[in-house]
Structures are given as structure tokens and as C-alpha cells.
Antibody, heavy 120, light 107 residues
Framework: EVQLVESGGGLVQPGGSLRLSCAAS????????MSWVRQAPGKGLEWVAN????????YYVDSVKGRFTISRDNAKTSLYLQMNSLRAEDTAVYYC?????????????WGQGTLVTVSS | DIQLTQSPSFLSASVGDRVTITCRAS??????LAWYQQKPGKAPKLLIY???TLQSGVPSRFSGSGSGTEFTLTISSLQPEDFATYYC?????????FGQGTKLEIK
């Protein structure tokens, strides 16, 4: 069974940092693009970042560029999101999602999500 | 950046109804569009990709069509478990984007 399990969420003060992790299992992790998508409370979905299989390409939504870094460890079948200079507007449930093997990425499956709350 | 606009934002319907949700892109995206279903407190679930390809395991009452800038998701006969929020997503170019969502409620 394909499974994605996020961890690392929590309460952090504005300007603080947090590192999210996503443990993958049930598929050949190194063969797929991987993604982070977030959802603010009561709001819609927002794509955050994508990373290619070998980390040679990374893409971000403008609002997190320079503050967030997506990375992966294929040996550990894990995906990460390092979040720095956090703002109140970064408060959301963060989902890890598997992309595809190719350039065009739809997301399937998704993890259960981890809540990040940025507040003083 | 490509904006996606879904209509309607809210839809009230009954079990057995046929419903259609539209997603319009601000520029052409060929067939690079996906549809997701999300229930309260749950992660989104992929329904359709490449505009019209049904994801494995998704009931055949769901169908997608369109290309370029206009796309539709149709549910041929609503079942109780279909009441949820639906999102379209463009994967044609970065930054990826989602529509604002369509909440499908029981009439």
C-alpha cells in the first residue's frame, strides 16, 4: 500500500523555523516527483513546492521563495520542507503528495497532513 | 501565472441528480488538468487527471472533459458519499494552481 506520513508540524512564533518531514512507503520513492501542498484553515488548496527525483529541479510558489526549501532523501524515502522566517499567513495544514514519474504532476496519493500554526 | 476559476462555488443537489462543475483557466493549458475531491478533515483524493482520465478505483459516474481553457467535471448520478468539495488543478506550468473549490451540498 502506498503511504505518506507527515510529521513536524506545531506551534511556532512569527519569524521562527520548522522542518516538516514526510515518510514514504509502498512505492519506489526515487522514481517520483514529490510535492508539498497546503491548506489554510477553512480555505482552499495552495501548491507550495515540487522536487524532481534527483533534486536537480525544485519549484516554489512565489510567496515562499527564499524562505522555504524542499528536499528529499531517496535512501530514507523521505521528503522534507524546511520553513524559515515563518509568517502568520503560513498557518495551514501541510500535505505531502506524490507526483508522477514525468514532467506533468498530478498528486496521488496525499498524506494525512500536519498542522503548522504561526502565532505569538 | 495561471488562474483557475471554478463555477459554481456552491452547489446544492439531491441524490440521483446529474451535476456539472466548470473550471476555467486564464490561459490555455492543453489537457493538463486534474480534479480532486475533499471531504471535511480529510486529505484530497485524485479523481481525474489529464482532463478526462479516470483514476483507478474512482467510480465511473465521475467524468471529465475539456481542453484549452474550459473544463468540466460531471457526476452522472449523485450518491450520498459524493457530497464534498471539489478542486481543479492545472499542471501545465509553474507555479501550479488550484481552483477556489466547489462545495457540493445536499439539497
Amino acid at each position: 500500500e502506498v503511504q505518506l506520513v507527515e510529521s513536524g508540524g506545531g506551534l511556532v512564533q512569527p519569524g521562527g523555523s520548522l522542518r516538516l518531514s514526510c515518510a514514504a512507503s509502498g512505492f519506489t520513492f526515487s522514481s517520483y516527483w514529490m510535492s508539498w501542498v497546503r491548506q489554510a484553515p477553512g480555505k482552499g488548496l495552495e501548491w507550495v513546492a515540487n522536487i524532481k527525483q534527483d533534486e536537480s529541479e525544485k519549484y516554489y510558489v512565489d510567496s515562499v521563495k527564499g524562505r522555504f526549501t524542499i528536499s528529499r532523501d531517496n535512501a530514507k524515502t523521505s521528503l522534507y520542507l524546511q520553513m524559515n522566517s515563518l509568517r502568520a499567513e503560513d498557518t495551514a495544514v501541510y500535505y505531502c503528495a506524490r507526483g508522477t514519474r514525468g514532467w506533468y504532476n498530478w498528486f496521488d496519493p496525499w498524506g494525512q497532513g500536519t498542522l503548522v500554526t504561526v502565532s505569538s | 501565472d495561471i488562474q483557475l476559476t471554478q463555477s459554481p462555488s456552491f452547489l446544492s443537489a439531491s441524490v440521483g441528480d446529474r451535476v456539472t462543475i466548470t473550471c476555467r483557466a486564464s490561459q490555455g493549458i492543453s489537457s493538463y488538468l486534474a480534479w480532486y475531491q475533499q471531504k471535511p478533515g480529510k486529505a484530497p483524493k485524485l479523481l481525474i487527471y489529464a482532463a478526462s482520465t479516470l483514476q483507478s478505483g474512482v467510480p465511473s459516474r465521475f467524468s471529465g472533459s475539456g481542453s484549452g481553457t474550459e473544463f468540466t467535471l460531471t457526476i452522472s448520478s449523485l450518491q450520498p458519499e459524493d457530497f464534498a468539495t471539489y478542486y481543479c488543478q492545472q499542471l501545465n506550468s509553474y507555479p501550479y494552481s488550484f481552483g477556489q473549490g466547489t462545495k457540493l451540498e445536499i439539497k
